[in-house]
């Protein structure tokens, strides 16, 4: 007997690390991100799309090895043997932007993008291979003045896309500071930044887990290293207790005015030039933002903000939502950071050879759009369209007249396409779309020159026990003349959104 060498059937399996995102998903996010694009626009940037695929070379980090490029992005080598890769995040591509077309683009440049990036990393629960960006940067300005917009511009676009003033803080530190404090403490040399590498990068990784850590399991990374519950250990800056101090000491700078604050930062950075100068910009920026309104309960000046990457050569700023969620184990928490960026004059150098000063924040848009739905300004099952059923094969001409004329008028619709043989199968086919509305029209309506409109909404509620007054005011299905098919549909779905509003 023939063995079967049919060959096998491919599983239907969305790829370790990625997900799909359907109907809900997609409309909750385009509604979002296009309203902090018109709060971007507003502020006069430009939009920038640029494609996805990168030069290895492009997107730095590192050289490719032999079998495939650096660790974190996902690359391959094209006919010419060039390594490409998929952007990992939407800075890189702009460095590269801006150096391609510095004599066409205006100085300063100023552009929001959104779009996915791809990272090669481990997946984890909520961590995925792809996921969104929406980022805003300013290249070609010196001053903080840029740095100080962009703080109130992502103020302005959390408050519009609804996370209520007093449930956010945009926290505001600058790297030059921080570097003032690690040369007071001995690891920074001004005169040669390639000495103590090694150890600035552990602090700086240190103190962007105090918040997971607290103030004893910092302590240990700037020293000897720290071993945590599992037994691994991780090896520290090597610091001494009175070096180590000094930069707990800055952690904790922070005081009831940002005045008060930058007072304590001078005395933290002592003789430090650098050290000075990242004081001094913040305090600017705090005076900018102060005379716009911003008051610190909405931006504010908070020496624990760090950032973890090593691009950023001065202020940096982190948004935090400071409401309270349950997590998985029903613990109350914070709902965290959703947005984050920072200065990073030396990005576009690597292009050109010349400083380029540049800024920019990066939200994160899953996480921002987990938390609206946390505030409950998300999440609300998606109205569907209207339903036109079809009970005659042969008038499929008037019913896709009828979808046609409630389409021209804006009213989302659509006819029934599949088999109209089983009129249940089409109810039950509206229910599935979320539709709001089914249209009927059979042999004797259109005799009458009339349609029956079924309320499915309100019909849902009279199966769950709606009140007999309801249903007498208005009851779930009503017969009315084809002419005005489009001003009864109207009249049913405001009062349906009506009655949705007052009930919520």
């Not at 399996?13 to 296009?34: C, H, I, N, Q, S």
């Not at 939407?90 to 150096?99: F, S």
């Not at 683009?105 to 792809?130: C, D, H, I, T």
Request: one cysteine or more.
């Amino acid at each position: 007997m023939a063995k079967d060498k049919s060959p096998r059937r491919p599983r239907a399996e969305t790829p370790k690390g990625f997900r799909d995102y359907f109907g809900a998903d997609v409309t909750e996010r385009k509604a979002m991100l296009d309203a902090i694009a018109e709060v971007y626009h507003r502020y006069g940037f430009d939009p920038l799309e640029t494609s996805a695929v990168e030069t290895v070379e492009a997107l730095g980090k590192f050289l490719p090895d032999v079998d495939r490029p650096n660790e974190g992005v996902f690359g391959w080598q094209d006919e010419d043997e060039q390594w490409l890769a998929l952007r990992y995040d939407l800075t890189a591509p702009l460095a590269r932007v801006a150096a391609q077309f510095r004599n066409d683009l205006p100085s300063p440049y100023r552009r929001y993008a959104m779009g996915p990036v791809w990272r090669n990393e481990k997946p984890g629960p909520g961590r995925f291979r792809q996921f969104y960006q929406c980022d805003a940067d300013t290249v070609g300005a010196p001053s903080v003045a840029a740095d100080a917009e962009i703080c109130a511009m992502l103020s302005d676009a959390l408050e519009t896309v609804g996370i209520p003033r007093g449930d956010y803080l945009v926290r505001v530190n600058n790297r030059k500071v921080l570097n003032g404090v690690m040369e007071v403490a001995g690891v920074l040399d001004p005169s040669d930044l390639s000495r103590f590498d090694s150890e600035r990068g552990i602090v700086l990784r240190a103190i962007d887990k105090l918040d997971r850590l607290g103030d004893a399991g910092v302590r240990a990374l700037l020293g000897a290293g720290r071993k945590d519950e599992s037994g691994d250990f991780t090896q520290g800056a090597g610091l001494s207790d009175e070096q180590a101090e000094v930069v707990m000491g800055f952690m904790a700078a922070k005081r009831a005015t940002g005045g008060e604050t930058a007072a304590r930062l001078r005395e933290l950075v002592g003789g430090s030039a650098i050290g000075l100068e990242g004081v001094q910009e913040l305090e600017t920026i705090a005076e900018m933002l102060d005379r716009q309104g911003y008051a610190s309960d909405r931006i504010e000046v908070d020496p624990s903000v760090v950032r973890g990457l090593g691009y950023y050569t001065g202020p940096v700023f982190e948004a935090e939502l400071t409401f309270e969620i349950f997590d998985e184990k029903g613990h109350k928490r914070q709902f965290g950071s959703v947005s984050g960026g920072g200065r990073y004059d030396d990005l576009v150098k690597r292009f050109t050879g010349q400083a380029v000063p540049a800024t920019g924040v990066s939200i994160g848009v899953d996480r921002l759009l987990a938390a609206l739905r946390a505030k409950g300004r998300m999440g609300a099952q998606a109205q569907g369209p209207v339903i036109v059923t079809v009970m005659d094969r042969d008038r499929m001409a008037d019913y896709m007249a009828m979808a046609a004329d409630l389409r021209n008028a804006g009213i989302r619709a659509e006819v029934y396409l599949g088999n109209p043989k089983n009129f249940g199968n089409q109810l039950k086919y509206a229910d599935k779309r979320q539709s709001p509305m089914a249209v009927i029209q059979g042999g004797d309506e259109a005799g009458k020159g009339s349609v029956i409109l079924k309320d499915l909404i309100l019909g849902a509620k009279i199966a769950e026990g709606a009140s007999l007054e309801e249903w007498k005011a208005r009851p779930a299905q009503v017969e009315v003349a084809r002419g005005d098919l489009v001003a009864e549909v109207r009249k049913m779905l405001d009062a349906d959104a009506s009655r949705s509003k007052a009930s919520s």
